[in-house]
T-cell receptor, first 112, second 108 residues
């Protein structure tokens, strides 16, 4: 069966520090991968998605970047965090455009 | 672009039936997701409708009308644990974008 892993579960980082969040999927190949952010009390905002290794689509301009160095690995990064980067970051995967999509457990990031 | 609308909050009584509506305007539409999200947790997949009509999964059913840009989630025999946010997400091409979510409170 397929599983998705995100880590860490929680993170507290100072303003101006770098960020690296990792998401990996097991039990499938060539998944579509997604990064979402949810600010406190708000809806989910699509940040990036990827349909293959090295292919990244950005939905909103921001202080973040994404990379997909391996088929089942999706990384969210920042060189310098802002206070507004605080939120609940969620990774999701699906096997194609007309299939179900499943989320990891999320990373709660607090920038102080 | 996308324009997704859901009621912000709903309240219902334990054992009752509640219908949560979602309207959308999405170019390149190819299906619609419903997710449940409890406070502080990741969303949990409920349904994915591609074709028009009603799909039933136990106490939860989801309906889609592609021509009207309309979907609803029907929850029957409500339980206290159903108190959560319910998110609709139209799928467009390879990605999917969420509506604002409906916070459902189930009262005893």
């Amino acid at each position: 069966s397929q599983t998705i892993h995100q880590w860490p579960a929680t993170l507290v980082q100072p303003v101006g520090s770098p960020l690296s969040l990792e998401c990996t999927v097991e039990g499938t190949s060539n998944p579509n991968l997604y990064w979402y952010r949810q600010a406190a009390g708000r809806g989910l905002q699509l940040l990036f998605y990827s349909v293959g290794i090295g292919q990244i689509s950005s939905e909103v301009p921001q202080n973040l970047s994404a990379s997909r160095p391996q088929d089942r690995q999706f990384i969210l990064s920042s060189k310098k965090l802002l206070l507004s980067d605080s939120g609940f970051y969620l990774c999701a995967w699906r096997s194609g455009r007309n299939t179900e999509a499943f989320f990891g457990q999320g990373t709660r990031l607090t920038v102080v | 672009g996308q324009n997704i609308d859901q009621p912000t909050e709903m309240t219902a009584t334990e054992g009752a039936i509640v219908q949560i509506n979602c309207t959308y305007q999405t170019s390149g539409f190819n299906g619609l997701f419903w997710y449940q999200q409890h406070a502080g947790e990741a969303p949990t997949f409920l349904s994915y409708n591609v074709l028009d009509g009603l799909e039933e999964k136990g106490r939860f059913s989801s309906f889609l009308s592609r021509s009207k840009g309309y979907s609803y989630l029907l929850l029957k025999e409500l339980q206290m644990k159903d108190s959560a946010s319910y998110l609709c997400a139209p799928s467009r091409g390879q990605n999917f974008v969420f509506g604002p979510g409906t916070r459902l409170s189930v009262l005893p």
